[in-house]
């Protein structure tokens, strides 16, 4: 019995090496985000934001981010999406002029703020002023916005596709606002 005990975990040894060695925790994935004109590749940062990044994830996986709106966005600052609650316009509950004040069925998730700098392209959460009310907004920078360094956690980079976060419709809120049309996690 332990001649076959080890024999299997030398095989489960071997196996992870050939296969690259341990999956990590931490493993960055990247998110497509599809607008209008094209796709956005968004690098994750679990590093930095590990439970944000689950609950992203989680939320992307359920498909709860597709049809969601821009709904708050500022020129030379970020644009603000997210609110699967109130924000999806294929969704009964869809309404304009609550945009922005919901979230998601999800708990709310504590604060992990970092010196992460919020960039040109860095993802961040939204949230309400109690530091750990993110749950399901996010927005993307697109200046730098540095003043919000460790007030709001950064959960990912833009690393192909800026031009087209740029194209999206401003407002507060955006008269035809311009949606998320799909969003999932792609692994490489």
């Not at 607008?35 to 968004?42: A, F, H």
């Not at 998730?109 to 970092?114: G, H, K, L, R």
């Not at 959960?155 to 606002?177: A, F, K």
């Amino acid at each position: 019995m332990i001649k076959i005990l080890k024999f299997l975990f030398l095989c489960l040894a071997i196996s992870t090496l050939l296969n690259g060695g341990p999956v990590m925790a931490d493993e960055k994935d990247i998110i497509h985000l599809t607008l209008k004109d094209g796709v956005v590749k968004i690098e994750t940062r679990p590093d930095l934001a590990p439970k944000h990044v689950a609950q992203i994830k989680q939320l992307i996986s359920e498909g709860q981010y597709d049809g969601v709106v821009f709904h708050r966005v500022i020129d030379g600052f970020m644009a603000q999406t997210g609110d699967v609650e109130f924000g999806n316009s294929s969704n009964d509950k869809f309404n304009m002029s609550r945009a922005g004040t919901g979230g998601s069925n999800l708990p709310n998730i504590p604060a992990e703020f970092s010196d992460a700098n919020h960039g040109r392209g860095a993802l961040s959460m939204a949230r309400a002023q109690d530091p750990n009310s993110a749950n399901s907004q996010f927005f993307i920078v697109f200046d730098d916005a540095s003043f919000l360094d460790g007030q709001y956690t950064v959960w990912g980079q833009v690393v192909e596709g800026m031009e087209l976060v740029d194209n999206i419709t401003r407002g507060e809120p955006p008269q035809d606002p311009d949606k998320i049309i799909k969003m999932e996690i792609i692994t490489e």
